[in-house]
């Protein structure tokens, strides 16, 4: 039988912590969240490999260590509202709601949110909701918001999603770069004007559904 907080405890030391990771509220949710209980039954053995985790369907929860860095950069505050583009099975998810006032975790799979729903309550998670529509288009009902994060890699942000920024938001994704190789870029609206940096490479899987079209261009 896995011991999960043993793997827990070592994705934290040996993945996330030696990677720049100094935010200490982020990594405490990380070293409690039980990542196990948002991944289906026979995924639960390798919840915590330092590699993106396929959970089926051609999906895949992002690499710790990626994951942590993009919520690091993004600076979750408490008083936030956050769109969490891709949720699959809520891991994300909950843990941006450890972090913020309130999350939507958006994503295109049906199955993918109910399991999210599920698993959301059986952490006790009350201050965020697993929702089902197109990733490209975000889940405009509960725009603006503070914080947007995008779980995979995208050829371009889409307007849809950058229009959904409030003013000082961030936008954090990773988009595809030159062969195999991603940009993890962090967006920000500053005095109405939405402007882009990058922050480290990676290469994590693309999420369905962004084709290029209607993109935000800088």
């Known amino acids: ?14 993945q996330i912590r030696p990677n720049k990771v ?37 999906r895949f929860l992002l690499e710790p260590m990626v994951f942590a860095r993009m919520l690091q950069a993004a600076a979750v505050q408490e ?5 969490d583009v891709g949720a699959a099975g809520g891991y994300s998810t909950a843990v941006l709601a450890r972090l ?35 990733l490209a288009e975000g889940y405009v009902q509960n725009a603006p918001y503070d914080v ?11 307007a849809s999603l950058v229009d959904q920024l409030a003013e000082g938001g961030r936008l954090v994704a990773i988009v595809q770069g030159k062969g195999s190789v991603g940009e993890v870029r962090l967006f920000q609206r500053t005095a109405g004007v939405v402007s882009s940096r990058i922050l ?7 999420l369905p559904g962004f084709e290029k079209k209607a993109s935000f261009v800088f």
């Open 148 to 158: 947007i994060v995008v779980e995979g890699t995208v050829p371009e942000v889409p």
């Open 200 to 206: 480290f490479e990676a290469q994590p899987h693309a």
């Open 22 to 58: 100094t935010d200490h509220r982020l990594v405490d949710v990380l070293s409690e969240l039980p990542r196990e209980a948002f991944v289906p039954p026979s995924a639960r053995g390798v919840a915590y490999v330092d590699d993106d985790l396929p959970i089926g369907k051609g």
């Open 1 to 14: 039988m896995t011991d999960f907080a043993a793997a827990r405890y070592f994705m934290v030391e040996g």
């Open 100 to 134: 913020a006032s309130s999350v939507v975790g958006v994503d295109c799979d049906e199955a993918l949110t109910a399991a999210a729903t599920a698993a959301l309550a059986g952490q006790g998670i009350a201050n965020a909701k697993a929702v089902t529509g197109q």
């Open 79 to 83: 008083t936030d509202r956050v769109l």
